[in-house]
């Protein structure tokens, strides 16, 4: 099974700042099949990249995906009010597809 | 669009079986992988497993031994059992399907989720 472990576990900034969430694999995940999901309080979450990099429909391009192998990073890029949340990486390389444990990020 | 909405009992007691239907409006359940995830209140995300329309499955090892899914394309449903639940077994439980039929495992959409207590 590939664990996930996801850094830091609270990220605290303001709105405007610059948000990188790092999501590390214990081995490689072939074809980068490495997603990214934001959940708010009370709802689902909601797919934001897939392929590492890929943006989802709908999604700002403030929001962008890097990374291969076993090391993943989620940017935003000047933070909006409605990207405080959690954010889970996920990997879909191997069976059990399996989640980091998610990064909150809060107002500063 | 494709919507997917969780139903079933909200409370199952200890050592009895868990069983929640996921309904598909919108679009046909034909060509996709579709799972189930769960959420324990205030945790992360496990995967359950996944079935594929055709009717092959994939489970969870960590689950594989109490879990079920099936599907009737007849109702655009799947379903999801889990039997000889315990109170570790309380979650949010989510349904979702896959983003493109031509990749498993990214999940979009998802249901709004549906809260099952294990309790006596």
């Known amino acids: 099974e590939i664990e996930l472990t996801q850094s830091p576990g609270t990220l605290s900034l303001s709105p405007g700042e610059r948000a990188s969430l790092s999501c590390r694999a214990s081995?490689?995940?072939?074809?980068?099949?490495l997603a990214w999901y934001q959940q708010k309080p009370g709802q689902a979450p909601r797919l934001l990249i897939y392929?590492?990099?890929s943006r989802a429909s709908g999604i700002p391009d403030r929001i962008s995906g890097s990374g291969s192998g076993t090391d993943f990073t989620l940017t935003i890029s000047g933070l909006e009010p409605e990207d405080f949340a959690v954010y889970y990486c996920?990997?879909?390389?191997?069976?059990?597809?399996?989640f980091g444990q998610g990064t909150k990020v809060e107002v500063k | 669009q494709v919507q997917l909405q969780e139903s079933g009992p909200g409370l199952v007691k200890p050592s009895e079986t868990l069983s929640l239907t996921c309904t598909v409006s919108?679009?046909?359940?034909?060509?996709?992988?579709w799972s189930w995830i769960r959420q324990p209140p205030g945790k992360g995300l496990e995967w359950i497993g996944y079935?594929?329309?055709?009717?092959?499955?994939i489970y969870n090892p960590s689950l594989r031994r109490r879990v079920s899914l099936s599907l009737d394309m007849s109702k655009n449903q799947f379903s999801l059992s889990l039997k000889s639940v315990t109170a570790a077994d309380t979650a949010f439980y989510y349904c979702?399907?896959?983003?493109?039929?031509?990749?498993?495992?990214?999940?979009?959409?998802w249901g709004q989720g549906m809260l099952v207590t294990v309790s006596s």
């Open positions: 996920q990997q879909s390389g191997s069976t059990p597809w399996t």
């Open positions: 079935i594929y329309y055709t009717g092959g499955t």
């Open positions: 979702a399907r896959d983003r493109s039929v031509r990749v498993a495992g990214e999940f979009d959409p």
């Open positions: 392929g590492a990099s």
């Open positions: 919108g679009g046909s359940i034909g060509g996709y992988y």
């Open positions: 081995q490689t995940i072939s074809g980068s099949h």
